[in-house]
């Protein structure tokens, strides 16, 4: 019988994982900014091998973290281009692995595979092709 498939991953042990996750969803933002630095101490433990969800989460993370920092009418567009990219990114990531065809399936398709919400992929798609939604969406998403 062969043995089991061991995984590499950057957190320490189990209870880092669940700590840092717990960190990540808080209402609290020395928790979230806690949780930042952990994210990114993963990211110099594996950086050529780093699971792209923790990247795709850091990059959230950071953005969420300095929008509630700052005045928001000081920085509304610059908050949502950051916003809107990070969205692009996280949808154009986690999907790309699930292109397997000879040609690119449409972007909607794969995330109906994956489970993603529709409404996350439209966001992307006017972020990307059209102007950015508004703030308070992209921060829903």
């Known amino acids: 019988m062969a043995a089991p498939m061991r995984r590499r991953v950057p957190w320490i042990n189990w209870n880092e994982f ?3 996750f717990h960190k990540i969803f808080s209402d609290d933002l020395d928790s979230m900014r806690h949780a ?29 973290i300095k929008d509630l920092e700052e005045n928001e009418e000081e920085h ?12 692009v990114r996280f949808v154009n990531l986690l999907l ?3 292109q397997k065809q000879k040609f690119a399936q449409p972007v909607h398709l794969l995330a109906e ?16 092709h059209r102007s ?5 969406l992209l921060r829903t998403a």
């Open 36 to 64: 930042l630095q952990m994210l990114l101490v993963w990211k110099v433990r594996q950086p050529d091998n780093l699971p792209v969800s923790v990247q795709l989460t850091s990059d959230l993370l950071a953005i969420k």
């Open 76 to 87: 509304n567009n610059v908050t949502c281009f950051a916003y809107g990219m990070a969205i």
């Open 132 to 136: 950015f939604p508004s703030l308070e």
């Open 18 to 20: 669940e700590t840092t």
């Open 96 to 98: 790309e692995p699930h």
């Open 113 to 128: 595979d994956v489970g993603l919400p529709l409404w996350i992929v439209d966001l992307r798609h006017e972020a990307t």
